[in-house]
Structures are given as C-alpha cells and as structure tokens.
C-alpha cells in the first residue's frame, strides 16, 4: 500500500500546494488524486507567478482578456478562477463523497489586503460568487484585521481557509472566529454548516531559528508548535461550546499543516509529513514532497492527542532565549509582507506579459 493511501487511511488529508494550467491539461493533477490520494489543493501568489514565468500556458489567455481591457487584478482573477473552478470539477466526486468534508481547493483575496476588514470580506463574498462552485475555500490570513473578517464571511456563508497562522494562539484566535460567525448563523435562523480550515505554518519556524538553538534542537520548533496546536485543536472539538454547535449540525473547522516543505537540506526532505500524521487533520504540501513521501515514506504512527512532549520541547527553546508567542506575531508579519511582495511581483508580471503579447 501506498505511503500516501497509508495517511489517508488514518483520516488525514493530502492536499498538493500547487496549482498550474499544465498540471490539469496534462492530466497530471487527475492522476495524483486516482494513484496518490490527493483529495485536494491551495494555491497562493507565489504558486501562480511561478506559473505565468515559468512557461506560456497562459500568454494566450492572458492576451485575450488584455484585449479586452482587463485590468491587471481582474485579468489574474479570472486566470485563477479558470485553473481552480477546473480544479473544483475534478475534485467534486471527493467532495459529494465526503458529504463537503473534503474535495476543496483555495483562492487567496488579494494579500494588499491583509489590514483591510471591509475590503476583505467585499473580496471574499466577490470571489466566492465568480467561483460559482461549493469546493472553493476563499483565503483570508488570520491577522488582526483578518479575523473579524473571517467571522462576517462565514456568517455569509463563505467557506474560507484561515491562513499565516503560526502558533496555538493564532490558531485558537481564528477558530473563534469561526465559531462566532456559526452561533450569528443560528442566532439568525441559517444553516451552521459552513467549512473552514485553519492553516498553521510549520517549516517557517525551524528556518527562523536555526541559527539561534544548539543543534540537538534545530527541525524540532516547528512540529513542536504543531503539536501544541494539535492539542488545543482535540481540546476545542470536545468543548462544550463546540459540541454544541456541532448538534446544531456544524462541521469542524479542521487544521490544516501548510508550509509542510523542508527547507534544511541536511533534514530529512518529508520531515514534516511523517512527524504530523493526524487524524482529522489536512496536510497540504509541494508537488516534490508529495512525490519524495510516496516514494519512501512511513507511517510510523499518528501524532497524541494531548500534545506528547510539545511542552518540555517548547520549554527548551525557552531556556534558549526564544519566545514562541513573539517568534510567532514576527512570523506572520513576514508571512503577510512576503505575500504582498509576491502580489506585486505577480501584477508586475502580468503587466509585463500583457505588454511584450500585445506588441506581438
């Protein structure tokens, strides 16, 4: 039995972290879900301007909707909304399986919105309309002024995929968002069934200390932070509060592993997928990572409920002068910036294409 059907077997899901036009014209993503248990996908800005310069898939497209006067966003909106709602269509027999638990792939809003409340939730309601599909997540990063925006969205009936989390406190701060947006819903007479998934970024913090910790500690902070968040996750669902809400007939908002890639060459190169296999979890990772997991991946068991050893790890970067709660406001600050970087770099290419096509 596959590596990847092994994960899948103990109730998590395997998500790829990449969306491309040749990925679905090829056939190649339809393969993935029949042969390696791939049951759904996240795109970010990143992903598709890799996409656009790194082949010519889209100059056609993109030529077409520049002649008609598209705007820059409006014409990469629509780019995105072509390869996802097609995404969405291969993913479907998943998701009318699994009742909506599974089968989603994710549109981020624009990451220049990141401080914008009111522009954000006016995205997110836009976005999720063109998409006209019930298996796309709408993207928001849980910031200060993304959470209010994720509680009015999923009170809209938005499905969105809380992102740039980075510790069990973001993790706690976006899913009572969730909730609050749930308990409107049934305050107003709505159905409470609405999806959501939170996403922890886990690679990001061993890269930021390596430097900074001993090497008996270096790769551990991540998966630490993980299984801390992982415990407040068991925690939440077994809550009178979430039990309530889930008599009502809401769903769990599942956490999701995001930034599940090794960045450390000298660490193993599927670290994180074998140290966070977890029932009722979703684990979303590169094309090259899913393909070095179901080659010589193991299943060597599922992560505790009550967090294992996450505190005497977490207590140890401690004693090493990290403070976890400050790492993790940082992290997300960077996340946020590095994500608009990848927006304007992303528009910038467009422009660019739409430019050099134009003359041509």
Known sequence: MAATQRLHDIGQSLWLDNITRDLLTSGTLERYIRELSVTGLTSNPTIFDHAITDGDAYDEAIRQKALAGKPDEALFFELALEDLVQAADLLRPVHDASSGVD???????????????????????????????????????GTGAGLPAIEESIFAGVPVNVTLLFSREHYLAAAAAYMRGLERRLAAGLDPAVASVASLFVSRWDVAVQDRVPPALRNRLGIAVAMDSYRAYRELLASERWQGLADAGARPQRLLWASTGTKNPEASDILY??????????????????????????????LPADGGDAGETLSAFAREGIDVEALAAQLQEEGVDAFARSWRDLMQRIAAKRESLGRG
Not at 127 to 135: D, K, S, T, V
């Open 103 to 141: 089968g989603w792939v994710s549109l981020e809003v624009s990451p220049l919105l990141a401080d914008d409340t009111a522009a954000s939730i006016e995205a997110a309601s836009r976005l999720h309309a063109q998409a006209q599909r019930p298996n796309v997540f709408i993207k928001i990063p």
């Open 273 to 302: 997928i074998e140290a966070l296999a977890a029932p009722d979890t979703v684990n979303t990772m590169p094309e090259k990572t899913l393909h070095a997991f179901a080659g010589h991946g193991e299943v060597r068991g599922v």
